[in-house]
């Protein structure tokens, strides 16, 4: 029997800012957060859960369908699972990373089953509980959330962490943006599940995802890890932001002239769309789809169709333009390092879960969909809830804790000049959306992008706070630009091609590159190599 | 982008203010505001939420578009992703319609 929680403390709303007190804040409310939300409160703890925009439509998959990586316990097709994907993942897979979300999401999926989510029959009555419609799942993760005695903040972006004088985590602090005033929560544990970077590329459900946990989490200290895998682009209608390239398996692509572009594929052949697109345009059309295969894509994913039926264009006998959007880590593999099997970051009370912590355990250097980052949220949401809980337990009574505050580029006073958020957006942007410089790595054009970034940052830290109307803009840019900056610092020191990540001066996987790369640092970015699990466990053996 | 808050079925209930992801409207004393269309990610939520099926969302995600009102009803495209996903009434059946296990593996 778990406690029956109580809810977290509303301690004061003084004029301007709002404060509570909690044993478990946790940051975002997409998949990950609220999984995290509702573990914690199961053990008792007292949750408060900010996010930025509403849970419930925030994040990559609310606006989206997913994959989800769930397999029947049945040995042989475990192991298939997992066998499956290490060759794509370049083999930094950890198995026994693989076996226990394999586990944690079977028991996720069947809890949404018994919690009403309408998951389908197949033709012989057997439930198919391998893919989640993102509006209907995250609706009903809000409603459980409430339900489990959270306390939940919307358009309530987090700003900053709030640490303690023996540097562990003691809350956060940000803005009530509908209000028009500040919160603060303190906290005796933080989960950081505000999912990737995107870069505000439009891709679908991901302009909220602006790398903000990541910039919160660098300032009280986290690391980063595998941030090289970080460029995946996404096929979406030119015009359009919805991206399934799922469906672009039944399509043959073009371009300007109506001749195939030999060996353009969405799997195994998306390089080829990237340089067709440098030099025109693409169309493509999902000719490849007989009348059975059109009638399961309109049932499982109406949102696809949507740019099609409101322009007109019938995409199983019409070509259409299409583009690549960048997905950044959100479809990526890097993330904040985790250190322990409760999603521990390196910060004592700080935890990551979802698309904000790396998903190299059970991905490697690529995902390819939603499937395993579906999976991912699920179960890492459930362990980060649960072992922040636990933090919280054991820490005890924090009265008359001081926090201070952790936060710096774009709400301190510097030069006098305001940081320009919208402007620095736009700057980051043409450094990691160009194919050139992200899907086909270079030394020398990375290096040079990466001077232009260093010199963007130094201007950053040293601008003085914007405006509160443009706080959470400038905030927004800031970790982009950090992002940017761990992930070509990471992507210089792979001097390899392994997973999604290529190198055109080392077209090559390389054995001596079989680890992964560890980032940090703000003002001073890092990197180190870090051996894999199972090197650890070899040498242990010796 | 969004595009319209039709004003003959809008009944400023504000849902859409409020679950916007990217804070695009604004409340008023009537009915919502599209104050920050740019912001806009073109996620089609604030139309499956809206219970009135009074707002549209142009697919475009990177121009405004000039959107005819009367040409959306005379096309029944008010409310058409509600109705695909069976979130009204005499759709429910399509909750539970994906398919996907079919298409997976392709």
Redesign the interface.
């Known amino acids: 029997m778990t406690n029956s929680p109580g809810r977290a403390e509303k301690l004061s709303s003084s004029a301007g800012s709002v404060v509570y007190d909690a044993d478990v804040l946790v940051l975002g409310g997409g998949p990950a957060g609220t999984w995290a939300a509702i573990s914690a409160a199961e053990q008792g703890a007292r949750v408060v859960l900010a996010d930025?925009?509403?849970c419930?439509?925030?994040?990559a998959t609310?606006?989206a369908?997913t994959?989800v990586w769930y397999v029947d316990p049945v040995p042989e097709r475990r192991e298939a699972a997992m066998a499956s994907r290490e060759k794509l993942g370049g083999y930094l897979q950890d198995r026994r990373w693989m076996a226990r979300v394999l586990d944690r999401t079977y028991a996720q999926s069947n809890q949404l089953a018994d919690w009403g989510y309408?998951?389908?029959?197949?033709d012989d009555g057997r439930p198919?509980r391998?893919?989640l419609?993102g509006?209907?799942y995250m609706r009903l993760m809000r409603k459980r959330t409430k339900q489990a005695g959270v306390t939940i903040l919307?358009?309530s972006p987090a700003l900053e962490l709030l640490v303690d004088g023996n540097g562990v985590v003691a809350g956060a602090a940000g803005l009530r943006?509908?209000k028009g005033d500040r919160w603060v929560v303190n906290a005796k544990a933080v989960v950081i599940a505000t999912g990737g970077c995107a870069f505000l590329s439009?891709t679908?459900?991901?302009?909220?995802l602006t790398g903000d946990g990541y910039l919160l989490a660098a300032e009280a200290g986290a690391e980063f890890t595998s941030m090289e895998f970080s460029n995946a682009y996404a096929i979406s209608?030119a015009?359009?932001?919805?991206t399934k390239t799922?469906?672009y398996?039944?399509a043959s692509f073009t371009d300007e002239q109506g001749s195939v572009i030999p060996g353009a594929s969405s799997k195994g052949g998306r390089s080829v769309i990237a340089r067709a697109l440098r030099k025109g345009p693409v169309y493509a059309q999902l000719d490849q789809a007989d009348a059975?295969?059109q009638?399961?894509?309109r049932?499982?994913?109406?949102?696809f169709?949507?740019?099609f039926?409101?322009?007109g264009i019938d995409p199983f006998t019409q070509r259409f333009p299409i583009t690549l959007r960048l997905e950044g880590t959100v479809r990526g593999t890097g993330g904040l390092r985790i250190i322990d099997d409760s999603c521990a970051t390196t910060v004592p009370g700080l935890y990551a879960a979802g698309d904000a912590a790396t998903r190299e355990l059970i991905c490697g250097g690529f995902t390819g969909g939603g499937s395993h980052n579906a999976a991912w949220a699920m179960s890492s949401g459930y362990w980060a809830g649960h072992g922040a809980a636990e933090f919280a337990r054991q820490l005890g009574t924090t009265i008359g804790r001081q926090a201070f505050r952790r936060g710096a580029v774009g709400l301190r006073s510097g030069n006098g000049r305001p940081l320009q958020g919208g402007a620095l957006a736009r700057s980051v942007q043409d450094e990691v959306f160009p194919y050139e410089l992200n899907y086909f790595r270079e030394a020398g054009r990375l290096g040079e992008s990466l001077a232009r970034l260093d010199a963007l940052w130094l201007d950053a830290s040293t601008a003085d706070a914007p405006s509160e109307q443009e706080l959470l803009r400038g905030r927004e840019a800031a970790a982009m630009l950090a992002t940017a900056r761990w992930m070509y610092r990471s992507a210089l020191a792979r001097q390899e091609s392994r997973g999604m990540h290529r190198r055109d001066d080392y077209p090559g996987q390389d054995d001596r590159y079989l680890h992964f790369v560890t980032t940090g640092g703000l003002d001073e970015v890092w990197t180190s190599a870090r051996p894999l699990a199972s090197a650890q466990y070899a040498e242990a053996a010796e | 982008m969004i595009e319209v808050i039709d004003t003959e079925h809008c009944t400023a209930c504000d849902i859409c203010?409020?679950?916007?992801?990217?804070?695009v409207f604004d409340k008023t004393d009537g009915i919502p505001r599209i104050a920050r269309q740019s912001?806009c990610?073109?996620?089609?939520?604030c139309e499956?939420?809206c219970p009135e099926d009074a707002l549209f969302?142009?697919?475009?995600?990177?121009a405004p578009q000039t959107v005819d009102v009367a040409a959306l009803k005379e096309a029944t495209?008010l409310g058409?992703?509600r109705r695909?996903?069976g979130?009204v009434e005499e759709s429910r059946h399509?909750?539970?319609?994906?398919?996907?296990?079919?298409?997976?593996g392709?």
């Open positions: 930025k925009g509403f419930g439509t925030s994040g609310a606006a369908g994959g309408p998951y389908p029959d197949d198919q391998n893919s419609q509006p209907e919307d358009h943006r509908q439009k679908l459900g991901s302009n909220v209608p015009f359009g932001s919805v799922l469906f398996s039944w059975a295969t009638r399961h894509m049932a499982s994913q109406p949102n169709f949507l740019p039926d409101r322009t | 203010v409020s679950v916007c992801p990217t804070n912001d990610q073109t996620c089609f939520l499956l939420y969302v142009s697919p475009f995600a990177d495209l058409s992703y695909a996903v979130w399509l909750r539970a319609a994906d398919r996907s296990y079919r298409l997976f392709h």
